[in-house]
């Protein structure tokens, strides 16, 4: 990849926008967040969530995790039927810096989020700011995930991003962020938005409100 002044910049959502942690809700269902703790963790584990941002149906994961874990079918169906209680809300320095981006008029702007393709509609409906992007892909519509090398390559492909030269990727998972690199895409881990502006201005050179 050379090196050539920023001109795209690529979001995640989930952790990066807008706040989601399953122990919001676990942490209301269970008596102590120990168990809710160990519960998400093993249980409802990242691994099983990934599968349905991948593309396998919402119901038919649930069915598969219950037939496994019958002892806690009634958390487990909780998962889904009260999964909107994941969320937290917009998470606000940096939706300022999207919206302050996004008024510069200096990039183009993008999203890649690994969500469910049922639920991520939700998303769109719930947080307006998500309006600002030319386009969002979401794993579970083009099922593929993040950090496998072909949504990535995906990405490139389909809005003409080429060697990702001039492109910076924003991801609060260390493992999505390695991976972008290992492709030539400039990345960001992001710990908070206090520290990207400051990278995004400082380190990167980039020109925004």
């Not at 962020?177 to 030539?184: H, I, N, S």
């Amino acid at each position: 990849m050379t090196n050539s002044p920023t001109h795209t910049i690529i979001f995640d959502i989930g952790n990066v926008l807008i706040g989601w942690n399953p122990l919001l809700l676990y942490n209301k269902v269970f008596d102590t967040q120990e168990e809710a703790a160990w519960f998400v963790n093993n249980i409802t584990h990242l691994d099983w969530n990934e599968e349905q941002d991948r593309g396998r149906p919402v119901a038919e994961a649930t069915e598969l995790l219950v037939a496994e874990h019958p002892k806690w079918e009634r958390e487990i169906r909780m998962y889904y039927d009260r999964w909107t209680e994941h969320f937290s809300g917009p998470i606000p320095g940096t939706v300022d810096i999207l919206k302050a981006l996004h008024a510069s008029g200096n990039y183009r702007l993008l999203a890649l989020t690994n969500w469910s393709a049922e639920l991520f509609p939700w998303a769109r409906e719930n947080f307006d700011f998500l309006q600002l992007f030319e386009d969002i892909m979401v794993s579970g519509e083009v099922k593929m995930k993040k950090p496998n090398p072909d949504i990535y390559l995906h990405l490139a492909k389909t809005y003409d991003l080429g060697d990702f030269s001039g492109c910076l990727f924003i991801d609060d998972s260390e493992r999505n962020v390695v991976a972008a690199r290992k492709l030539g895409l400039d990345s960001i881990r992001f710990v908070g938005a206090e520290g990207l502006k400051a990278t995004l201005v400082i380190e990167k050179g980039l020109v925004f409100g």
